[in-house]
């Protein structure tokens, strides 16, 4: 009932920059929770940055300093600015959504998940 699509993976070279992105649409009362996940080959999937309502983030050691993430309360979106990436950023990512449907009805979605590739 929560459909989000992503946007922005690709191809960068070590040091460079890339911007995701992933809307929500839907019958949607609130946002609680925005977050985004990836997932290297062979490895489990973790979690990178998550976002609140109140605007408290966290984020995964790895990427501290790096990455920033940010949301657009009026659009349903949310933001992963990922600065300075190694290789070993490289992943499927993926934003995940936890909230409230109207009818107070909690949901929970995933993106359908943007290839993120550093390499020379």
């Known amino acids: 009932q929560v459909q989000l699509v992503e946007s922005g993976g690709g191809l960068v070279q070590p040091g460079g920059s890339l911007r995701l992105s992933c809307a929500a649409s839907?019958?949607?009362?609130?946002?609680?929770?925005m977050g985004w996940y990836r997932q290297a080959p062979g490895k489990e999937r973790e979690l990178v940055a998550s976002?609140?309502?109140?605007?408290?983030?966290n984020y995964v050691d790895s990427v501290k300093g790096r990455f920033t993430i940010s949301r657009d309360n009026a659009k349903n979106t949310v933001f992963l600015q990922m600065n300075s990436l190694k290789p070993e950023d490289t992943a499927v990512y993926y934003c995940?959504?936890?909230?409230?449907?109207?009818?107070?009805?909690?949901?929970?979605?995933w993106g359908q998940g943007t290839q993120v590739t550093v390499s020379s």
């Open positions: 976002i609140t309502s109140a605007g408290i983030t």
């Open positions: 839907g019958r949607i009362f609130s946002i609680n929770t």
């Open positions: 995940n959504f936890r909230g409230l449907l109207r009818g107070y009805r909690p949901f929970e979605s």
